[in-house]
């Protein structure tokens, strides 16, 4: 027959074994079911009809497998008997190519993030081809216990997995169709404990110390905080580019006169605020080694510097500020002025916003 989407779709198990419906429009191309319903297309080549797995529909389209078994049948047919067979492309091989396509495409914090898990959590060797579904499921499973670190782990290694695919390294992507769940953080922290964190801050100095003062003041973004940059700010404004931000798009914010005071004693000699320790062009990325240390010698519950921007949000609500003026100063994509109104209300709300961190900061100075 020729395959199309909705024939494959009513294409019955067979009641056992396997059954294979070949495509009339691309000869040696057709579809394999299972006896318990797997669909998964194949490629026929040569004159001793080699067998090729291209992928499970519906998670690989009709149009993608008939492509791709267009390409596997031409590859076939240009190899010659002597032809030395393909290098074996392994798993740490893989994952820097990888890695190294994601600078060229993703933001540094997107890299930074696939880059530790990777190699935190998939410390596997090896040819790329025999990892399988069983080895990646333990790993998963020894995450349990961390929901959100299982999620990015799964998200992380998924996509990677699927980066090889569609370039020919492997037939299949080994990664299950996992689903998972985690609880929405909710932690706030008291008057109390931010006065602790302000403090230990203030203790610990340059650069981690000063990187939670702005965060606590100015509810950004950690990547925002570090990846700030002194040709980015204006007087008492500062803009943060479109590739830094989370929805994409300019965010010109106010500073207030607690942040700006810290910021002008920062040391000077680079346009990063905060350099690593290795390169005065890379950001500080430090953080879990800091945050251990600085949370040894205070007694909170314990909280993630992203609680610190939530904390921002729901003092901000307590202080009365007006919730459009709070997003703005969040950058939410989703705010409370979406839809039309956000194309047509252009107010950068700077007065607003200005208005709002100078209460926030009375109010700080008042629990400190």
């Known amino acids: 027959m020729s395959l199309t989407d909705a024939q494959i779709k009513r294409l019955k198990a067979p009641e056992k074994g396997q059954k294979t419906y070949f495509d009339d429009a691309l000869p040696g191309f057709g579809v394999r079911i299972s006896q318990g319903g797997t669909k998964t297309f194949i490629a026929i080549c040569g ?28 590859e076939f047919a240009l190899e010659s008997p002597n032809k030395p067979a393909r290098p074996v492309l392994k798993f ?17 914090r997107t890299v930074e ?12 060797t090896g040819p790329l081809e025999d990892i399988d579904r069983h080895m990646l499921v333990r790993i998963l499973d020894k995450l349990k216990s961390t929901p959100s670190e299982q ?35 909710n932690r706030v922290l008291n008057d109390n404990e ?37 040709s980015w700010i204006d007087g008492d404004t500062v803009s943060f580019p479109p590739e830094i931000v989370k929805n994409n798009r300019v965010h010109v914010l106010p500073l207030s006169g607690m942040t700006k005071s810290i910021i002008d004693e920062l040391p000077e000699g680079t346009d990063l605020l905060f350099p690593s320790r290795l390169s ?39 202080l009365g500020t007006p919730i459009h003026v709070t997003e703005k100063i ?39």
């Open 194 to 230: 931010l006065r602790s964190v302000w403090e230990r801050a203030d203790e610990i100095g340059y650069p981690f110390g000063t990187i939670v003062k702005l965060l606590i003041l100015t509810g950004q973004r950690r990547g925002e905080i570090t990846n700030l940059r002194r």
């Open 280 to 318: 005065n062009e890379t950001p500080f990325n430090g953080f879990s080694r800091s945050k251990r240390t600085f949370d040894s010698k205070i007694s909170i519950e314990p909280y993630t510097l992203h609680d610190l921007r939530r904390t921002f949000s729901s003092t901000m609500a307590k």
């Open 151 to 185: 999620k990015h782990a799964f998200v992380a290694i998924r996509t990677m997995m699927n980066w090889c695919w569609k370039r020919g390294y492997i037939e299949n992507s080994p990664v299950p169709p996992l689903t998972f769940r985690s609880n929405p953080r």
């Open 113 to 124: 993030e696939y880059t530790r898990l990777l190699y935190k959590h998939f410390l596997l």
């Open 330 to 368: 969040l950058n939410h994509a989703s705010g409370t002025v979406s839809g039309v109104a956000a194309v047509y209300n252009r107010h950068s709300y700077q007065d607003e916003m200005r208005t709002a961190f100078g209460t926030f900061e009375e109010y700080l100075k008042e629990i400190l």
């Open 47 to 74: 004159p001793k009809r080699k067998r090729h797995s291209i992928g499970r529909y519906p998670d690989m389209s009709l149009s993608e497998a008939r492509a791709r078994a267009k390409g596997i049948q031409a």
């Open 92 to 108: 740490e091989d893989a994952r820097r190519m990888f890695l190294a396509d994601c600078e060229k495409r993703n933001k540094p």
